[in-house]
């Protein structure tokens, strides 16, 4: 009986444990880090509201920390990605990254940072240029070699789109580029980083990542092969060039260059433009006279600010006056010959 008793109070012990608000099990599933960044991943078993720390050490002595909020549901999987500030000063680093909930430690890990020489890869990035549309990427290599390239688009601390090119063979300069798939918000910072895993023969991958930050804005292009100005209008064709939506109007003003008056002239874009997108506006002109012409084409968004714009010349000729025709000269007695003719045309019907 005492037994049982004791099996029963034990129980109800470990269900009262695992209740506890910081039992959750946290397993980090992956800890990857090197001297430009570091990301993990991290599973619970049950709802967590906590935090990661990321921390670099030198010789035991902490060089850099950073904080980053977590908020999960049980069962999920997430990852986040911090940028460490501190320029490299040594060859060897160890960086650490512990999960808290409240003032609970939950669970940490450890990774070993190699720079310099060390971790020196066989080629150069000469170009790694996120923008509004995408992503481009120029690798120059040392030594050939293969390797798996991920490009990951960062909304603060999370990856909010990750990107892999399998196998890319470095033997001469490579060229990557890629194509943002959903739309991107207006005046928000965002991150993009690359991390190149370069295959080893008889040693697990050789690392590194690159970042690049970029603010997302409105972009698009007057297409200037496309622009057709003459006495009539004007034809304007439009291209977008981002991830922002574009929802704008264009605006043409002509100058007479001999009087100045100036003329405006205003159409909406039917369609909203996105990378790729193309759209084109017609304008009729009214008022204007015959002359020469500065002509400005605008391309402005809802709140009035003017994305791109486009110039040429316009010459309008004097217009051709009507022609009014001049009665023919008859010659003396024309109309004697036509009376004659017709009397005698009524004499036949006779």
Do not use: C
Request: net charge negative; proline share 5%.
């Amino acid at each position: 009986m005492r037994a049982l008793k004791l099996i029963i109070s034990i129980f109800f012990l470990a269900v009262f444990i695992l209740a506890l608000p910081g039992s959750a099990r946290v397993e980090i599933s992956d800890f990857f880090s090197d001297f430009t960044s570091s990301d993990v991943t991290i599973n619970s078993s049950q709802d967590l509201n906590g935090k990661a720390v990321f921390e670099l050490f030198y010789s035991g002595e902490l060089v850099e920390s950073q904080e980053v909020p977590i908020a999960m549901k049980s069962n999920e999987s997430v990852s986040k990605v911090i940028a460490w500030q501190k320029k490299p000063q040594h060859d060897y680093y160890t960086a650490k990254v512990s999960i808290y909930e409240g003032g609970a430690l939950l669970s940490s890990i450890s990774y070993q940072i190699s720079y310099g020489t060390v971790s020196l890869p066989g080629f150069h990035i000469v170009d790694f240029s996120p923008t509004n549309s995408g992503v481009q990427l120029l690798i120059r290599p040392f030594n050939p070699s293969a390797a798996d390239i991920k490009i990951e688009l960062l909304e603060n601390n999370d990856i909010v789109y990750t990107k892999i090119k399998e196998d890319v063979s470095l033997t001469a300069n490579t060229e990557i580029t890629f194509t943002w798939p959903f739309l991107l918000t207006d005046n928000k910072k965002y991150m993009s980083r690359v991390k190149i895993f370069t295959h080893r023969l008889y040693a697990p991958p050789l690392i590194n990542t690159y970042i690049s930050d970029f603010t997302a804005t409105q972009d698009v292009e007057i297409l200037p092969d496309d622009v057709q100005v003459d006495e009539y209008g004007a034809s304007v064709t439009i291209r977008g060039e981002s991830q922002v939506p574009f929802d704008g109007y264009v605006a043409v003003t002509a100058r007479n260059r001999l009087t100045n008056e100036t003329n405006a002239y205003y159409a909406q874009m039917e369609e909203i433009l996105v990378t790729g997108k193309e759209d084109t506006a017609g304008i009729v002109w009214k008022g204007l006279s015959s002359g020469v012409y500065d002509v400005e084409i605008l391309a402005v968004n809802k709140e009035n600010v003017t994305i791109d714009k486009y110039q040429t010349v316009l010459r309008i000729p004097e217009s051709s006056a009507t022609a009014i025709p001049t009665p023919a000269k008859k010659s003396p007695g024309f109309e004697s010959f036509l009376l004659i003719v017709m009397l005698f045309a009524a004499a036949k019907r006779i």
